[in-house]
């Protein structure tokens, strides 16, 4: 019958035994401050900045979880989308509040949810500009070609010029 054989285990020298039991209650230490932290984040409402204060950690240690660890990454985004559907149910409370309505949420959802519907915000620029026309022009540094007489040819531009400005060439006198 042949020996079995056993492998020998080396034992830990008492700093080793220290440094596995730090590493594991550091491990342990931030599994817990993650779920607090989610807890504080969802009580909250997403506030990051209070939800750390609640935890006594910097929002830099928060970030730096949130990147580095996909599962938490995934419950912060959770929870920031129910906050969101929240606020959405909060503000349909206040735009159908009897008929009274509330414009400015109205147009707001409207500009930031609506986009593909057209609903954008346009900048129109002054009321007191209105019919003036404003013209940029685009110069491109070119080598121009000297004449025969060794004369700067300048480019000629105004045919474009005019179209850009919204006037037919035709136009010209």
Request: glycine share 6%.
């Amino acid at each position: 019958m042949a020996a079995k054989k056993t492998k020998k285990i080396k034992a830990e020298t008492p700093t080793e035994r220290a440094m596995r039991l730090k590493a594991e209650a550091d491990a342990a230490r931030i599994i817990v401050t993650k779920e607090a932290l989610l807890k504080a984040l969802d009580f909250h409402k997403g506030n990051v900045t209070e939800a750390c204060k609640a935890c006594k950690i910097s929002r830099e240690t928060f970030y730096e979880y949130k990147r580095n660890d996909k599962e938490f990454a995934g419950k912060v985004n959770e929870i920031k989308e129910i906050v969101i559907d929240f606020v959405e149910n909060k503000m349909f409370e206040i735009i159908e509040d009897k008929g009274k309505g509330a414009p400015g949420l109205i147009i707001w959802y409207l500009k930031t949810q609506a986009r593909h519907r057209g609903y954008v915000e346009q900048d129109l620029g002054d009321p007191a500009d209105a019919g003036k026309v404003t013209i940029n022009v685009k110069f491109s540094k070119k080598k121009v070609d000297l004449d025969d007489d060794g004369e700067y040819e300048r480019p000629s531009f105004d045919k474009d010029f005019m179209v850009s400005a919204g006037m037919d060439a035709e136009d010209e006198d």
